[in-house]
């Protein structure tokens, strides 16, 4: 029954009631006292009912503008989820999500080409079946572990593609816990450091000569000779960034001292005097930028310059700022080791007069 049809069958009610009203009163006193009062009541009750509906209507409106934002607020939602889900599903970078068995419960696309399986295929399956059979007992024992650890864990194991050769893999584990502190899921970011191996390994440095920077005239054969008495400070807030750049330095015959922070590292700078800096550009608390500047003040009291490069993991970083900031020179973390080793050849190569000026009078 519409609003309109409602209204029109009261005021039909109230018409009723005033003929009867009318006819009442022609009849004996009594019966009319009585008929009047129950015409009254019943008025009064007609009344409270037009009341009720429109106290009704006004409610339903204010639901109608409820549903519309509760309907706009899901539109939303979905728009973000979808945006959320895009990021996971189109990431560079493989990822998973397991339960705390290893039992995949998510992977998106990088990991399924990474592994050479299908992506709806990997649902469901344990994520053991596809690790080297030499480290799967170990992989079994650091999910054991888990329970005891409440720190993102960095695991080193080699990962055997369907139909492929096994390959060196470094895989971030960060937990999900429920209400009650147990594991509900794992999430796990799988990255192929075979390459990285490779390098961190080889006993000998080398560079063809066309990779030889134009500001380093060292012969060739005596190349890794010249790195060894090079002392590179490196800074970086994540610890497995700054391990791997210390071993790829290190593995060329540099000296390496890292540490976690910018104050970390200018405590270092009053100890001794790095020939190359080497700087992560976002970390907590003081940045590589606040770093750079407070070096070249240090640089100003002590009468001597340390030649430094930016290293960030973002893609959007603008190389211009690094520059502009103090650094001569800027690295995405996923540049090739050999390109690290060229920066800090050409930096080092750069000062090397003015540092061996500056040690001979020191």
């Not at 899901?74 to 889900?85: G, L, S």
């Not at 080297?132 to 079994?140: I, K, L, N, Y």
Request: aromatic share 6%; hydrophobic share 45%.
């Amino acid at each position: 029954m519409s609003d309109e049809n409602f209204r029109g069958y009261i005021q039909l009610i109230h018409q009723q009631i005033a003929v009867l009203h009318n006819y009442m009163m022609q009849s004996s006193p009594p019966l009319q006292k009585k008929v009047t009062e129950a015409l009254e009541e019943i008025a009064a009750a007609l009344e409270n009912l037009q009341l009720d509906i429109e106290e009704m209507q006004t409610s339903l409106e204010a639901s109608a503008v409820v549903e519309e934002e509760l309907f706009g607020q899901n539109q939303q939602a979905m728009q973000e989820r979808q945006y959320y889900y895009d990021l996971f599903q189109f990431s560079p970078d493989a990822y998973l999500v397991t339960d705390s068995n290893g039992v995949i419960l998510k992977a998106n696309r990088a990991i399924a080409t990474l592994l050479h399986v299908p992506q709806n295929y990997l649902v469901g399956k344990p994520l053991a079946v596809y690790i080297a059979q030499s480290d799967r007992m170990s992989f079994r024992a650091l999910l054991n572990q888990l329970p005891f650890i409440s720190d993102v864990q960095n695991w080193e194991i080699n990962l055997c593609p369907r139909g492929g050769n096994s390959f060196a893999a470094l895989l971030k584990v960060a937990q999900c816990l429920d209400d009650a502190g147990a594991i509900e899921a794992l999430r796990i970011g799988v990255h192929d450091i075979s390459e990285y191996k490779q390098v961190v390994t080889q006993p000998a440095f080398a560079l063809n000569r066309e990779d030889i920077p134009a500001q380093v005239t060292t012969p060739l054969t005596v190349l890794p000779h010249a790195l060894d008495d090079l002392q590179v400070l490196v800074v970086d807030d994540e610890a497995d960034a700054r391990e791997f750049v210390t071993a790829v330095l290190e593995s060329h015959g540099i000296r390496v001292t890292a540490v976690a922070t910018a104050a970390a590292a200018l405590e270092a700078m009053e100890q001794f005097h790095p020939d190359v800096l080497v700087s992560d550009i976002r970390m907590p608390y003081e940045d590589g930028y606040s770093l750079i500047s407070k070096v070249r003040q240090l640089e100003a009291k002590k009468g001597w310059h340390i030649p430094a490069a930016a290293l960030t993991a973002y893609l959007e970083e603008d190389r211009s700022k690094a520059l502009a900031a103090g650094f001569e020179s800027h690295l995405h973390k996923l540049a090739q080791p050999t390109e690290l080793i060229e920066m800090v050849t050409r930096l080092a190569g750069r000062a090397s007069t003015s540092t061996s000026a500056i040690r001979s009078t020191g």
